[in-house]
């Protein structure tokens, strides 16, 4: 059940993830890193690789995310390039069965769109030419047409096995765009949505969001398209699982996707009974705004911190 409490200490630590001059003194403190650790799987690019070999030996799939969002500067976002083409070529190296997944604000939609259409081209050509995938991730609703479109922009160059959409079940638009991006095609990551956002553009009340889920899960499976359902939410699992039996959909028609560090008992669970399951594996220094929306779907977790905090 989710109280008013909850309600509050999740406004409250979605609007201090937005806080960039609250990060450095945040990741400095040795509870907060501790916690971190549960959720990011390193900051550097050969931790990242270790953290896939384990998942891979227990028949897991990864998509890496270089954490940096909101980038302010083109030669920052030109760095996230970089950073994306050698992550590309290590995964290409190692054989680890992996994909990536890209922030917009990461390649400098919030300065440039043009510029940001460009550095994310220069990801999925690349990815494109291994063969392997860029799952664009879905940010603040202020930017989820100009993602979308950008998405689009990509889809119709390099085709759905390259490149695909994440849409967030909060959002109210979200079940019409889940329709759009069917018909043409698009590979889709249904998640329920991690940011603050007001009533007017997405539901307060998680029994809506919940149940949006559930129909736009429905749209996705009916559409013969590979998409990836990723929740950690038991409820919204086996409603997807009861919903695939009911149309006889094959084990591997989607895949089920949850983050790292989170329900790792589920996730081995799954892809025991044979449903390929992907794990969304973030690393980097950039981790402050990312840590902060774990805990803000979660704020029991907070009481870890503040218990160490003051024991000192
Ligand atoms: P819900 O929040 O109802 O949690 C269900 C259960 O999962 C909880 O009861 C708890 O057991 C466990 N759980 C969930 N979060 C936890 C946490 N932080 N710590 C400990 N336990 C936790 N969002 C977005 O806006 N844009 C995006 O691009 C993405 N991408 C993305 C990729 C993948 C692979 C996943 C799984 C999720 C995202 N998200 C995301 C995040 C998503 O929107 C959502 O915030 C989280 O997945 C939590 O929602 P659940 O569906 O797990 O349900």
New binding site residues.
Partial sequence: MTTASDHLSRSALLFLSRQSNLKDVATRLKPFRQLAAR?IAGETLEEVVDAARALTAKGLMA?FDHLNEAVRSPQEARDEVKQYLRLLARIDQVGVKASV?L?LTQCGLLFDRSLALQNARAVVADATARDSFV?????ESAVTQATLDIVRSLHSEFGERHVGA?L???LRRTEEDAKALCAERVRV?L?????LEGPDVAFPD?QD??AS?VRCMRILLDSGVYH?I?????R?IDATLAYAARQQLPKGAFEF???Y???RDLQEQLAKAGHPV???VPYGKHWYPYFM??????P??LWFVMRNLMKG
């Avoid at 799952?135 to 940010?139: A, I, L, P, S, T």
């Avoid at 998640?191 to 940011?195: E, P, S, V």
């Avoid at 990723?230 to 038991?234: F, G, I, L, M, R």
Wanted: hydrophobic share 30%; with cysteine.
């Fill in positions: 959720f998509s997944s922030k799952r664009v991730d879905m940010e994440v967030q079940s909060y990551r998640c329920k949505g991690a940011y998680k969001v919940d889920y990836g990723a929740t950690h939410d038991e919204m996707q949850m983050l560090g989170i329900r992907r794990v969304y929306r774990r805990l803000a779907e979660r029991a977790n």
